[in-house]
Nanobody, 116 residues
Framework: VQLQASGGGLVQAGGSLRLSCAAS????????MGWYRQAPGKQRELVATITRLGSTNYADSVKGRFTISRDNAKNTVYLQMNNLKPEDTAVYYC???????????WGQGTQVTVSS
């Protein structure tokens, strides 16, 4: 499975960005897709995940501001980020987990920078 992320960039605080991540290259069924982020000097952390059936999970720090969604037909996951804050600045990584074999895949990362 190859994951291609896009949509990062520079935005002012209070602004919005939409990240996209398309999975390709495998016929294995993808169950969970999600986004993680890593700020300089910090560990990678969960942002949001969504199952194939649409169940979502969010980090407390983004609840009410970020929305994750997916298009199963396109094997694509989206992250709509609103009311961005400087502390959201990080490299955002797309993640996908196949049902069988149970394997985890990572995208190349896309930079999100929020200026104050």
């Amino acid at each position: 499975v190859q994951l291609q992320a896009s949509g990062g960039g520079l935005v002012q605080a209070g602004g919005s960005l939409r990240l996209s991540c398309a999975a390709s290259g495998s016929h294995f069924t993808i169950n969970v897709m999600g986004w993680y982020r890593q700020a300089p000097g910090k560990q990678r952390e969960l942002v949001a995940t969504i199952t194939r059936l649409g169940s979502t999970n969010y980090a407390d720090s983004v609840k009410g501001r970020f929305t994750i969604s997916r298009d199963n037909a396109k094997n694509t996951v989206y992250l709509q980020m609103n009311n961005l804050k400087p502390e959201d600045t990080a490299v955002y990584y797309c993640n996908a987990q196949t049902i069988w074999p149970p394997t985890e895949y990572w995208g190349q990362g896309t930079q999100v920078t929020v200026s104050s």
